[in-house]
């Protein structure tokens, strides 16, 4: 029940970050409804039966289907929705914990009671959430954001932004749980070879790209050129039509000066 509820509260908050991230409204159907009520059934399963490791990612994988089938976007759109809106709610919860360091608040002492206290935490940081998103300059970051990754190649997309969500529920489980150093540095080992992997070929791909640049602007130099030539060769035309107009017209009138003009 404890799950159910904060999981409840949760996804609600997620979904309005959500509709502020992608700037569309919310409708109250029964096809979101049913969204809604199975995304709270996954996370919460998610939650109690899943490895630290892999949640957060599952988390957001979930959060993006549920983007595309609520606000008709497209997968890779959803997917960085999604994305945004758990990051969001990760700096809520940073912030959080600030303010309880600041002010010195023993907040899980005032209230004994776990299951309320989980509920109340919940909200507090889904409310610091919103209050961030309010800010103007998080929108035009997000919107910056969310256009820059359009523009991207959907399977350097996907590969980097997992490994960006896996690397920071490592960080996650570094500060919450205990984990052996062996298991940290070969899963960042693993990491470091799919970043190398990416960076490979995106610096690849670069490299292909100057080329072809380099080799169009080439070819519009030889271009150039060659209208030059066509235009030098078409107003040469044009003076030897004239010239031959004139030698018809003296040579029509048998006019002495044909010759001369010749």
Do not use: P
Not at 165 to 183: A, V
Not at 216 to 237: F, G, I, V
């Amino acid at each position: 029940k404890l799950y159910l509820v904060s999981t409840l509260i949760n996804v609600a908050i997620a979904f309005f970050i959500q509709s502020k991230i992608a700037n569309k409204k919310i409708v109250f159907n029964f096809k979101n409804f049913i969204s809604f009520l199975g995304t709270c059934l996954f996370i919460t399963v998610v939650w109690m039966y899943v490895n630290n490791l892999f949640r957060i990612l599952i988390n957001t994988l979930i959060m993006s289907i549920s983007c595309k089938i609520v606000f008709n976007e497209k997968l890779k759109r959803s997917f960085m929705i999604a994305v945004l809106q758990q990051f969001e709610l990760f700096v809520s919860e940073l912030v959080w914990i600030l303010l309880l360091n600041i002010f010195k608040i023993d907040f899980y002492s005032i209230i004994t009671n776990v299951a309320i206290t989980t509920i109340l935490v919940n909200i507090i940081i889904s409310g610091i959430a919103i209050l961030i998103y309010k800010i103007k300059y998080i929108q035009f970051l997000f919107e910056k954001i969310l256009n820059f990754f359009d523009k991207i190649d959907s399977w350097k997309f996907y590969i980097l932004i997992i490994i960006l969500i896996i690397t920071l529920n490592i960080l996650l489980m570094i500060i919450y749980f205990s984990e052996s150093n062996n298991y940290i540095i070969a899963t960042n080992t693993v990491f470091i070879f799919m970043y190398s992997f990416v960076v490979y070929f995106s610096l690849n791909e670069k490299n292909e790209n100057i080329k072809f640049k380099e080799e169009n602007k080439n070819l519009m130099e030889h271009l150039s050129e060659y209208e030059k030539m066509l235009d030098y060769q078409r107003a040469q035309n044009h003076e030897n039509k004239n010239q031959l107009l004139v030698i018809k017209g003296l040579i029509h009138k048998n006019n002495n000066k044909a010759k001369e003009y010749i």
